[in-house]
């Protein structure tokens, strides 16, 4: 299980993710930026971010 908690990458944000994967999480935290950070995709810039702060296995 990998967890994730947006508020690593976004302060202020209390939203945590898990999954089985990297791009399960990764698909979760783009729906969560687009719907409650605005943002219609995520950059690359920020799935580095999202990744590097990743944890579990
Ligand atoms: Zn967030």
Same mark, same amino acid.
């Given at each position: 299980?990998? *967890?994730? #908690?947006?508020?690593?990458?976004?302060?202020?944000?209390? %939203?945590?993710?898990?999954?089985?994967?990297? +791009?399960?999480?990764?698909? *979760?935290? #783009?729906?969560?930026?687009?719907?409650?950070?605005?943002? %219609?995709?995520?950059?690359?810039?920020?799935? +580095?971010?999202?990744?590097?702060?990743?944890?579990?296995?």
């Amino acid at each position: 299980m990998k *967890q994730f #908690a947006c508020g690593d990458v976004v302060p202020g944000c209390s %939203a945590h993710f898990k999954g089985d994967s990297d +791009d399960d999480i990764l698909y *979760q935290v #783009a729906r969560h930026a687009h719907a409650d950070h605005g943002l %219609a995709e995520v950059p690359k810039e920020l799935v +580095d971010r999202v990744k590097a702060h990743i944890k579990g296995a």
